[in-house]
């Protein structure tokens, strides 16, 4: 079992930046894809950027080059550092651990986070 715990949102000016960390608990061993999504007000829930366990990591089109997505292993954290933000951006950010286990897929999910970029 996995609980996955985001931070880091909050209010900030188009062109500014933000770190979002995930906080995992439990372990994340095997196959795995680390993964932030968003979604604003009315609208699906989207990939913003994704990690597997080897490293390869995968960006939307509208984040690339101004979004970074990390991993402390040690720390079990994840991280989204968003550059250059826009008022676009603004949503409710959430964190994903997918793992292949033996008995199938598992799928984890944070509380979400807000992140409100003003104009």
């Known amino acids: 079992q996995v609980q996955l715990a985001e931070s880091g949102g909050g209010l900030v000016q188009a062109g500014g930046s933000l770190r979002l960390s995930c906080a995992a608990s439990?372990?994340?061993?095997?196959?795995?894809?680390l993964a932030w999504y968003r979604q604003a007000p009315g609208k699906q829930r989207d990939l913003v950027a994704s990690m597997s366990g080897g490293g390869v990591t995968h960006y939307a089109d509208s984040v690339k080059g101004r979004f970074t997505i990390s991993r402390d292993t040690p720390q079990n954290t994840i991280y989204l550092q968003m550059n250059s933000l826009k008022p676009e951006d603004t949503a409710v950010y959430f964190c994903n651990v997918y793992i292949i286990g033996k008995s199938g897929p598992l799928d984890y999910w944070g509380q979400g986070t807000q992140v409100t970029v003003s104009s």
């Open positions: 439990g372990s994340i061993d095997g196959i795995h894809v």
